[in-house]
T-cell receptor, first 116, second 111 residues
């Protein structure tokens, strides 16, 4: 079973530019999450999709961030325009839905974003 | 916000057991204790979870005190590959979302 994949692994952009991060969850996982760790800080939740619907986007820092999950498969996270404080590692995770006792979240390797 | 307290760091000798403590004195009856770890340059990885009984899997054991206010993750035979940041997380099982990571414990396994 393939794990959660993220693309790109690294991205270096200049302030004011746009960047789009992609996440492919484990096949069949309805739940998809985005987290990030900015420099020196703890890993923070950004938002949660159930299939194509946003279940919780309380962690999204501001309206420069837009997440989508069209068709309930892969997800994208767009940052427009990027600011210096957006630099960090963005993690995607997925989990099954339902009453399984093993509904842990499986994380991807992350995308390291550097805004210059 | 994290509801747990962990020591910032600890060292462990390779081949020995590593005992990682976690305090969660405000845990409520429907909240589970989860442990994740993050090995450098990788995403967080699930280790184990429990409610009130001790749990064991192929990776670790979880010992939860009777009052549930603290727990200990045990790595029975630590290897160099177990060097990572370990996170103790309290969450409701019914809410299948939002892991709240704290600062965790940086565990260094030394040869």
């Amino acid at each position: 079973e393939a794990g959660v994949t993220q693309f790109p692994s690294h991205s270096v952009i200049e302030k004011g530019q746009t960047v789009t991060l992609r996440c492919d969850p484990i096949s069949g996982h309805d739940n998809l999450y985005w987290y990030r760790r900015v420099m020196g800080k703890e890993i923070k939740f950004l938002l949660h999709f159930v299939k194509e619907s946003k279940q919780d986007e309380s962690g999204m820092p501001n309206n420069r961030f837009l997440a989508e999950r069209t068709g309930g498969t892969y997800s994208t996270l767009k940052v427009q325009p990027a600011e210096l404080e957006d630099s960090g590692v963005y993690f995607c995770a997925s989990s099954r839905r339902g009453t399984s006792p093993y509904n842990e979240q499986f994380f991807g390797p992350g995308t390291r974003l550097t805004v210059l | 916000d994290a509801k747990t307290t962990q020591p910032p760091s600890m060292d462990c000798a390779e081949g020995r057991a590593a005992n990682l403590p976690c305090n969660h004195s405000t845990i409520s009856g429907n909240e589970y204790v989860y442990w994740y770890r993050q090995i450098h340059s990788q995403g967080p990885q699930y280790i184990i979870h429990g409610l009130k009984n001790n749990e064991t899997n192929e990776m670790a054991s979880l010992i939860i005190t009777e009052d549930r206010k603290s727990s200990t993750l045990i790595l029975p035979h630590a290897t160099l590959r177990d060097t990572a940041v370990y996170y103790c997380i309290v969450r409701e099982r019914s809410n299948d979302y939002k892991l709240s990571f704290g600062a965790g414990t940086t565990v260094t396994v030394r040869a």
